[in-house]
């Protein structure tokens, strides 16, 4: 099956930090997804996006499809951005079946 | 409004037994999934309902596993013959309408297979 790696697999910042984490995926895929989960274990959906630029407020998404990678990009890091970030893709040849990265954890300090 | 909402929050059973758990989507919510997240194995996808289409349970991981939604709305995950290694948290999440909708998760279900 396809296979998903994160890096780096932890990463500590100070607060007001930028950041960039990586998705790479060993096969072509219909789409990709980011995934947030808090220290607490809430999951959030950050993003769709299956190639190009996405931006919701001070995260950003690109994800690459020819080149089999996507970056997430937090700005300004604050401290409520720790916790994990998952990318998932799904493979191409019609199957839903989302595979997940194994994680990037992220601590931010004050 | 009201968020997705998973019950038990814990669940602890003895090998062999048969244990359900519950998920109660957002309401107006046509497709709802579930997900299991253990140390061992990570993040992974167990099924997914659309509405009133079959559903897709390609990521049943035994025959042990099965689900069933409920006039669209209320959603059960039932293990039959639980294993230590079903030990995981289950979580539920739901979304307006298809596949590439932005997903809401519940808080999970934390089972624990003795």
């Known amino acids: 099956g396809i296979q998903v790696e994160q890096s780096p697999p932890d990463l500590i910042l100070q607060e007001g930090a930028n950041s960039t984490l990586r998705c790479n995926f060993s096969d072509s895929v219909n789409n990709l997804q980011w995934f947030h989960q808090n220290p607490w274990g809430q999951l959030i959906n950050l993003f769709y996006i299956p190639s190009g630029t996405k931006q919701n407020g001070r995260l950003s998404a690109t994800t690459v499809a020819t080149e089999r990678y996507s970056l997430l990009y937090i700005s300004s890091s604050q401290t409520t951005d720790s916790g994990v970030y998952f990318c998932a893709v799904e493979p191409g040849g019609g199957s839903y079946i989302p595979t997940f990265g194994r994680g990037t954890s992220l601590i931010v300090h004050p | 409004g009201a968020g997705v909402s998973q019950s038990p929050s814990n669940k602890v059973t003895e090998k062999g037994k048969d244990v359900e758990l519950r998920c109660d989507p957002i309401s107006g919510h046509t497709a709802l999934y579930w997900y299991r997240q253990s140390l061992g194995q990570g993040l992974e996808f167990l099924i997914y309902?659309?509405?009133?289409?079959?559903?897709?349970k390609s990521g049943l991981p035994s025959d042990r596993f099965s689900a069933e939604r409920t006039g669209g709305s209320v959603s059960t995950l039932t293990i039959q013959r639980t294993q230590q290694e079903d030990s995981a948290v289950y979580l539920c999440?739901?979304?307006?309408?298809?596949?590439?909708?932005?997903?809401?998760f519940g808080p999970g279900t934390r089972l624990l297979v003795l």
């Open positions: 999440a739901s979304s307006l309408a298809g596949r590439r909708e932005t997903q809401y």
């Open positions: 309902f659309q509405g009133n289409s079959a559903p897709d």
